[in-house]
């Protein structure tokens, strides 16, 4: 790479071309970032939900988006599900209705995806399709009899129905619940460098898998009343996040197909700057 290359033009925004100086670091690093399929941090992060980190080879060139695919599979489950627990034009029965919905939708095509994500070398985004594709898995089979989740509650033994609906089933499954919002705020946390808009859903998030702990211990203690309000508010929340992330997968299908009309996230990439960004700031401004 020759000594000319320190210097290129870079076209401005209605102004004509502009003069920058790219040192050859960062020529190389968007060579060793994505081969011949360089995007830039903004449109990066918009596309993949993940911060943008330099991986070997080029199969972001040769494979397609993951990303959309799983979009696609939270919302449909998701949506209808939080639906259900509001109990709209009368929905419920814990979404008995969307088993296969949940398993198939929002549990198999968001495990497939975080497999795509992890071939293609998205650790972030991989994580959490991962996690939410295993909890529409779990929401599903939950409600199947075969797998038995309410046995060990029952008396006599072996009925796992009214096993699920025993203090004790609830006070338990209200951990799992809590495990989940203390893992979706260490998502929240991450997700500051990404986008408002994949930040916000995860923040409200954490709000719904908090309801739906706090509707579960008030079953145990039978304060069905407000356990039932805790469980409204559940499918509120969900719903709220459903929409943003319906926004997500617009706009992420609006780019796949190169549409004209791009709109925003609300971009977090500058905003928290990463490690390594820091680390190559604090090497070009010692050697100046």
Same mark, same amino acid.
């Given at each position: 790479?020759?000594?000319? /290359?320190? $210097?290129?033009? %870079? ?10 100086? %790219? ?54 489950? +998701?949506?209808?599900? +939080? ?9 419920? =029965? ?27 070398? $998205? ?24 797998? &038995? %989740? ?6 006599? /033994? ?12 609830? &006070? ?22 990404? $986008?408002?808009?994949?930040?916000? +859903? ?10 739906? +702990? ?20 559940? =499918? &509120? ?10 926004? !997500? ?15 925003? %996230?609300?971009? !977090? ?20």
């Amino acid at each position: 790479m020759t000594d000319h /290359m320190e $210097n290129i033009k %870079v076209k401005g925004e209605g102004e004509g071309d502009l003069s920058r100086n %790219v040192t050859r670091e960062d020529i190389l690093r968007r060579i060793q970032t994505a081969e011949n399929v360089w995007l830039p941090k903004d449109v990066f992060e918009k596309l993949y939900l993940n911060p943008e980190r330099k991986v070997a080879g080029d199969l972001r060139a040769k494979f397609g988006n993951p990303t959309p695919a799983a979009l696609t599979g939270f919302v449909i489950s +998701a949506t209808p599900y +939080a639906v259900s627990n509001m109990g709209w034009r009368g929905a419920g =029965g814990l979404g008995g209705a969307l088993i296969t919905v949940m398993i198939f939708f929002g549990g198999m095509i968001q495990i497939i995806a975080a497999i795509g994500e992890w071939i293609i070398g $998205n650790t972030f985004s991989m994580c959490l399709f991962f996690t939410y594709g295993t909890f529409w898995i779990v929401a599903g089979t939950q409600l199947i009899p075969w797998f &038995a %989740v309410g046995d060990e509650y029952s008396t006599p /033994m072996g009925q796992t129905f009214a096993g699920m609906a025993t203090p004790s089933y609830y &006070a338990t499954f209200g951990f799992y619940y809590l495990a989940l919002a203390m893992l979706t705020t260490i998502f929240a946390v991450c997700a500051l460098r990404t $986008n408002i808009i994949l930040f916000s +859903a995860l923040f409200t998030l954490i709000f719904a898998f908090g309801s739906g +702990a706090g509707a579960l211990w008030n079953f145990a203690e039978g304060n069905v009343e407000s356990g039932e309000k805790l469980f409204v508010a559940a =499918g &509120a929340f969900t719903f709220a996040l459903t929409m943003m992330v319906w926004y !997500l997968l617009l706009v992420q299908l609006l780019e796949s197909v190169d549409f004209p009309i791009t709109l925003p %996230v609300g971009d !977090l990439s500058g905003w928290i700057k990463g490690k390594s960004e820091k680390a190559a700031q604090r090497k070009a401004q010692a050697g100046a």
